[in-house]
């Protein structure tokens, strides 16, 4: 009962200080550093002015409580909402009020409402420009990255496609070995044999894993000259002598990696070299230009393929 009636002798109090001097119950707990009550009265003013549409200082001093309120929580878009609110307040205050108006905090008059009110208004459309940007900047990067991913699976399925097929062959790199039935080159027959008899050799013998071989050198071990050695590759084999001497390498390579669990550990550094290439670059280069794929691929198929079995 004590506390009763204490709370209503304070009411009461805050209530004739009020009406007395002219502010509202939210402004009057406001004054006494009672922040949280003040906004929680000021939503109930609020809500009574929505039911019964009757405007007064009080309604006006709740929106000017509300609306510094969310200024501080950096709440645009309620303080916009209650400066509204406070503009039509205001203008149907002006003819009753005329004189108690010309009192009340020149902060929330009129043009200061305005400016502040098209401030808030040019912010909000500036965040939603904003905002609008990024929604465009975020849809370009996902269309991007699903080209990328539609470009990879794609990739993946080639990829795969070609190693399967390479897989089930058993030379995976054509060597034509077949005269022609029309000679073209202008090479005695007896010559022409020597030459196709010696490629034949170094084929089979493999001789063509050396990385110093050349057309001299090898036209020496034939015994010819470069110039038919060479006129004979190119009608025989249908590639010049560089891509020739290239695809046995890869052919090579290929048939050991399908067979040699070992071969396969090598690094693709080791496997180049054995094979005759210089470099991993090269080899990598000219296995993918004949077979399609990488090596690194290629092994990395063949061992997850012998796991699955």
């Keep these: ?63 000017e409580i509300l609306i510094e309120n969310y200024k501080e929580q950096n709440n645009t878009e309620k303080q916009l909402f209650y400066i509204n609110k406070l503009l039509l307040i205001d203008s149907l205050l002006q003819d009753d009020y005329k004189v108690l108006s010309a009192s009340i905090n020149k902060k929330y008059d009129v043009p200061n409402l305005i400016k502040e009110k098209e401030k808030i208004i040019s912010k909000l459309n500036k965040a939603n420009k904003q905002s609008y940007t990024g929604l465009i900047v975020l849809s370009i990067l996902l269309l991007f990255s699903g080209i990328l991913i539609w470009f990879y699976y794609r990739k993946q399925q080639l990829y795969k496609k070609r190693f399967e097929k390479l897989i089930n062959t058993d030379k995976s790199v054509e060597i034509d070995n077949k005269k022609k039935e029309k000679k073209t080159v202008n090479i005695d027959e007896v010559i022409l044999k020597k030459i196709l008899d010696g490629l034949n050799n170094f084929e089979e013998r493999k001789d063509f894993i050396t990385r110093k071989i050349t057309l001299s050198t090898l036209a020496k071990n034939i015994e010819t000259n470069p110039k038919y050695l060479s006129l004979v590759v190119n009608e025989y084999k249908n590639k010049n002598f560089s891509n020739y001497l290239s695809d046995l390498r890869i052919n090579h390579a290929i048939s050991r990696l399908k067979r040699d669990d070992t071969f396969r550990k090598y690094t693709i550094k080791a496997i180049a070299h054995d094979v005759g290439f210089s470099n991993s670059q090269s080899f990598s280069n000219a296995f993918y230009n004949k077979a399609g794929i990488y090596p690194s691929y290629f092994i990395k198929k063949i061992n997850q393929s012998n796991n699955t079995h």
């Design 1 to 63: 009962m004590k506390f009763l009636s204490t709370l209503f002798i304070f009411l009461f109090s805050l209530l004739s200080f009020s009406q007395e001097s002219g502010f509202s119950i939210p402004d009057s707990l406001k004054k006494i550093n009672n922040k949280e009550n003040a906004i929680y009265y000021a939503k109930k003013v609020d809500s009574s002015f929505e039911a019964n549409k009757l405007p007064s200082i009080e309604v006006k001093r709740a929106y």
